[in-house]
């Protein structure tokens, strides 16, 4: 399961998800302006106030970290 935490007006966000729906990999988009829940769960999961946040089956990804992102999805594809 892949959930992004992430804003309408963030470029980053917004490239995450399109690299998500490039590769196929489908995902929950959690905004976290319009719901303040999704804000806190999104800081809980980082430690910090930025985002996006991604979070691959327990594995937490702060920004759009293409290394990292493949990484994640590899190992718990397995």
Request: charged content about 25%; glycine content about 6%; hydrophobic content about 40%.
């Amino acid at each position: 399961m892949v959930t992004v935490y992430s804003a309408t007006w963030c470029a980053f966000c917004h490239a995450a998800k399109q690299y998500f729906d490039k590769i196929g990999v489908k995902y929950e988009d959690k905004d976290v302006e319009k719901d303040p829940k999704n804000a806190q769960e999104s800081v809980e999961k980082s430690n910090q106030m930025g985002i996006p946040v991604i979070d691959i089956d327990g594995t937490i990804i702060i920004g759009f970290d293409k290394p990292k992102i493949d990484a994640a999805l590899a190992a718990h594809a397995q």
